[in-house]
């Protein structure tokens, strides 16, 4: 529909959308069109009800994803596509924007707990912490409050995402250099 994708990387996601949903209950009846479903959603930033009639029946795409989402299928699929990353261990790069929640996210009956809302500088907010390979393909995210600090955040996104050591994961020790020895002070020399 809208996405810029070849009919191999559809096989692909497809094939591994199928792999992290749960076995039981009922399938979807057309897993690409509730993925572009998800996509146009995403993208337009609009409401389940304004979805176009392609993609189907808006309600059924809502309960679908929510229960998708309940069951953690959409964390197990990111997982299988970040590993699948051909230069995730050559760098990885960490970034961590702020995005702005809209207003009526200030609270509901249940209250905030878990959801990685806060205040900021800039209003209500939710700051990304995301680690990338080098072509920029997202290996594995971690969602905080506005306010949180990045350092706080860097050694939980380091353990986070695929098992791959980076090439230069020597870290900042390896890459100085080593210190000069001092001459030592012996017998012969304290003549």
Known sequence: MLTRMT????????????ACRSRRGAKGRNDR????????????NITWRALPAECGNWNSGW?????LS???????FFDALAAMSQTAHLVQMLDSPVVRAHVSAAGAKGGQDGQALGRSRGGFSTKIHLKADLDGCPLAFHLTEGQAG?????????ALGPDITPRAAGGIR??????????????????
């Not at 069109?33 to 337009?44: D, G, K, P, Q, R």
């Not at 309940?70 to 197990?76: K, N």
């Open 174 to 191: 390896a890459m100085m250099p080593k210190p000069i020895a001092q001459p030592r002070a012996n017998a012969a020399s304290a003549r």
């Open 33 to 44: 069109i509730f993925l572009e479903a998800v996509h146009y959603f995403c993208v337009h």
């Open 70 to 76: 309940q069951a953690g299928v959409f964390e197990a």
């Open 7 to 18: 009919e191999e990387d559809w096989a692909t996601v497809l094939e591994l959308f199928r």
């Open 150 to 158: 990045d350092s706080p955040q860097f050694e939980v996104l380091l």
């Open 63 to 67: 309960k679908r994803f929510w229960r």
